[in-house]
């Protein structure tokens, strides 16, 4: 009988093109609709590096105003001062740490007809390659001995290595820039965390940096401070050093911690830190050290916004009115029916042959409603990426959610259908054929 | 063998209750072919629907081919349709979507025969209304008469014990209407009883017996004039 109502199905759909065409297209943009911000809110929530999220954490010290919190009520800064940041580095009481921050300089290739460039760089530790688990495509990072030496290294990203050296195992070549020729690493292979958790500066889904240089060359050259910096009292001088050495905050520091133990270890750490700067005459105010990890950080900085949240639900609703929709468009088609199910319920058919016949149909509608929705929602998701640039890497559909709409759809139809077909079968045979 | 006993059908509605059978009492035999005339709204074709399984009664005992219908669920009710009773009607009722062949095969299709049963039963019972050469055509290709050969058919093809033609030559004119009641007649011979509600008081004179409903009860019973048992009818 299965084929036999397959068969019947797909005869009632095609005899009834406009009516089908219009159902199965109002699920689909419900569909469409849901899967769009679906994959927007779970691309933007996804923890990128769920695997390491409870063994990095983002270090938070209180070096603020004592008569005011840099976050209200109690806060500390999100970032940390060069010194803090250096200090913090060089005392390696963590398993990984890495200090950084976003800069920017000229770049002067020596590829035939490229122009020099102003490329964004950032500074940081050795240990930022290895903690963020950033893949390699030629080379690797830099190592101790050349951090310590703050030699004249650089990790290019992917595109940068492209524009630079066409794609080449460029590690071993030089590079000028920033007046000085720098030797090359590594080159990153394709990283585009969402989102970018480690320095949510220039937005949470942002692109990564074009270079990577070691942290104490940001001194040496004089590099300009990029993402947010904020100062709580004058800097001393206009000298760049004294930038370097006030209470202005502008570093992102990460630490890698190998278990629950260590982070108590460090915590402690943390406190004698502060405490030692206390008795230097910093931190005026009492001791506010924080440590989250990646899932409590990105809580904390509330990565998706509440007005996309709000979004999402909208689009669950849009999806509720077109299911209502095409419910009363699934109804209006079973009304001109009334007289055929009860005509086949007088050869014979029982309530639930009918109920059975007519909601394959519906599974048939919703099935290509949903097809045709996932179709319309990869259309509408390349137009996002064509809109907003920067969040191209955000717009991929998985094939979990592609399965999990179409199972909605089908789901979804079949509720909304339900009852249209349960009224079509239910008055007794000998109304319907009257009708 | 049909036996109805003090049947009642009540329609029930916010301002009225119409009785449209009222102790209705009915027995056909194995090889009638009874008519069941009367004006409109006598409740002849309630009658129908309550003997074919369509419609449910209130009170009242009917027994079909010796089994108690009342209490039955849904799922015997039409398993019992489906293989005692062929319905015949006066708009013909064929699914215009369908062919004649899976017109014919819709009853087959529900009764679980497999497709060579089917295929045989179809093409037979077509043969038999004169319409074996036109499987591929649908219901708005054939002319009134010839649409209600196909019901006929549609009726045959699961061989049932009870024909119940409402109004069958309702919808034809007097040419179609004595070849279907010929056909009828013919089907009749073979063995099936039928019970046929008309407004055609010559048709219901070609038929064995004839009731007469009025009110919702049977009023005069017997045989049909023209029948060799037109001296028998009797007031009830």
Redesign the interface.
């Known amino acids: 009988m299965f084929s036999y109502y397959c068969r019947l199905a797909i005869n009632s759909i095609f005899r009834s093109k406009v009516h089908s065409a219009l159902t199965i297209l109002t699920i689909a943009l419900g569909i469409a609709a849901c899967t769009i911000t679906l994959t927007l809110v779970t691309s933007m929530s996804a923890n990128p590096i769920a695997h390491k999220s409870a063994q990095l954490f983002r270090v938070q010290l209180d070096n603020w105003d004592p008569n005011q919190a840099a976050v209200a009520p109690n806060l500390p800064p999100e970032f940390v001062t060069w010194t803090d940041a250096n200090n913090i580095v060089q005392a390696k009481q963590a398993k990984r740490q890495s200090a950084s921050a976003i800069t920017w300089g000229m770049v002067n290739p020596a590829k035939q007809g490229l122009t020099p460039f102003l490329a964004v760089m950032r500074v940081t530790s050795k240990d930022f390659f290895p903690m963020f688990d950033v893949p390699f495509i030629y080379g690797a990072g830099w190592d101790e001995s050349a951090e310590h030496n703050n030699d004249y290294v650089v990790v290019l990203s992917k595109e940068t290595n492209q524009r630079v050296f066409n794609g080449a195992n460029s590690v071993g070549q030089t590079l000028t820039m920033l007046g000085a020729t720098f030797t090359v690493v590594g080159v990153l292979d394709d990283w585009h965390l969402s989102p970018k958790f480690y320095d949510m500066s220039y937005g949470a889904f942002s692109e990564p940096e074009e270079m990577y240089l070691p942290l104490g060359l940001k001194a040496e050259f004089e590099l300009p401070h990029g993402g947010i910096t904020s100062c709580w009292k004058a800097v001393e001088s206009e000298r760049y050093d004294a930038f370097l050495n006030s209470e202005c905050i502008n570093f992102q520091l990460w630490v890698e911690l190998g278990d629950p133990n260590q982070m108590s270890k460090f915590s402690l750490f943390l406190t004698n830190y502060v405490e030692q700067q206390k008795s230097l005459g910093r931190f005026p105010r009492p001791i506010n050290n924080r440590l989250f990890n990646v899932e409590q950080w990105l809580e904390y900085k509330q990565v998706v916004k509440q007005d996309v949240q709000v979004m999402f639900w909208l689009s669950l609703m849009f999806l509720l009115v077109c299911l209502i929709n095409a419910a009363s468009l699934l109804s209006a088609k079973l009304h001109t029916k009334h007289s055929e199910i009860g005509l086949r319920r007088a050869l014979g058919a029982n309530f639930g042959q009918i109920i059975m016949q007519y909601s394959l149909e519906i599974v048939l509608i919703g099935f290509c409603g949903g097809i045709l929705g996932i179709f319309l929602a990869v259309v509408g998701l390349h137009g996002v990426a064509a809109l907003y640039a920067g969040y191209g890497h955000l717009v991929d559909l998985n094939i979990t959610i592609a399965i999990g709409v179409i199972a909605l759809a089908v789901l979804g139809t079949i509720v909304a259908g339900l009852v249209p077909v349960y009224t079509a079968c239910r008055p007794v045979p000998a109304m319907q054929i009257k009708q | 063998m049909l036996a109805m006993n003090n049947i009642g059908k009540v329609f029930t509605t916010d301002v009225v209750q119409t009785h449209a059978l009222k102790d209705f009492s009915l027995k056909v035999n194995e090889g009638d072919f009874l008519a069941v005339t009367g004006t409109s709204g006598s409740g002849k074709t309630t009658f129908l629907?309550v003997a074919?399984l369509?419609?449910?009664f209130d009170s009242g005992e009917y027994t079909l081919d010796g089994q108690d219908i009342q209490g039955l669920t849904?799922?015997q009710r039409?398993?019992l349709?489906?293989?005692k009773i062929g319905?015949i009607?006066q708009s013909f009722?064929l699914?215009p979507?369908?062919n004649l062949f899976d017109n014919v095969d819709?009853?087959l299709?529900?009764?679980g025969f497999n497709a060579a049963q089917r295929k045989e039963r179809i093409l037979s019972s077509l043969e038999r209304v004169g319409l074996g050469k036109r499987l591929k055509h649908f219901p708005a290709q054939l002319s009134g008469g010839q649409q209600q050969r196909v019901a006929i058919a549609?009726a045959l093809a699961?061989s049932p014990r009870f024909l119940l033609a409402d109004e069958p030559t309702g919808n034809l004119d007097t040419e179609m209407a004595k070849s279907v009641m010929a056909l009828l007649q013919e089907i009749n011979q073979s063995g099936t009883t039928i019970i046929m509600v008309t407004h055609d008081e010559s048709l219901a004179q070609q038929t064995q017996r004839q009731i007469v409903v009025r009110d919702g009860r049977v009023c005069d019973s017997g045989a049909s004039s023209t029948s060799p048992q037109a001296d028998s009818v009797q007031r009830v």
Request: hydrophobic letters at 25%.
């Open positions: 629907n074919g369509l419609e449910t849904d799922r039409s398993q349709r489906n293989e319905f009607f009722n699914i979507d369908l819709v009853p299709r529900y009764r549609r699961g």
